[in-house]
């Protein structure tokens, strides 16, 4: 039954129960079918109160995980820029040796002339000052 038809048959027993005489059978069974009635509208009246709650906590729960989403892809741009950052540093600290050896290369620096100073004597006397330990 829904809300409206219980309440026109909640008034139409009470309109009843005035007509009766108070302690006759009649009067019981009208009394005990009127309770019957107002506790199905209480519960009722519950029930719709219970749905409109778990309605209400449904939306918020949703709203909460809108949210969270949102956040969520906040962070995956946020790291994507910085991944990508992180990747150019990462680039730029291979690359740029490789292409300053390359350059010293291009310049003429080669071995064989290092070997030629580092064979010299006087490379030899000024490479003694920075060595860690002394011969005595």
């Not at 809300?3 to 009470?14: A, Y």
């Not at 219970?50 to 449904?58: C, T």
């Not at 002339?113 to 005595?136: E, M, V, Y």
Request: a neutral charge; one cysteine or more; glycine letters at 4%.
């Amino acid at each position: 039954m829904s809300n409206e038809m219980l309440d026109m048959e909640i008034k139409r027993l009470f309109r009843e129960l005035e007509s009766k005489t108070p302690g006759s059978k009649e009067y019981n069974d009208v009394q005990d079918c009127l309770n019957i009635l107002y506790k199905l509208k209480l519960e009722e009246d519950k029930n719709h109160e219970n749905a409109e709650i778990q309605r209400r906590k449904n939306e918020d729960d949703k709203e909460y995980q809108n949210r969270d989403i949102d956040l969520k892809e906040q962070q995956i741009q946020e790291n994507k820029a910085f991944n990508w950052l992180r990747f150019g540093v990462d680039v730029a600290g291979i690359a740029l040796p490789l292409i300053f050896c390359r350059k010293t290369w291009r310049e003429g620096l080669k071995i064989e002339k290092l070997d030629q100073f580092i064979g010299s004597p006087s490379a030899k006397n000024a490479l003694k000052f920075f060595t860690p330990w002394r011969k005595k």
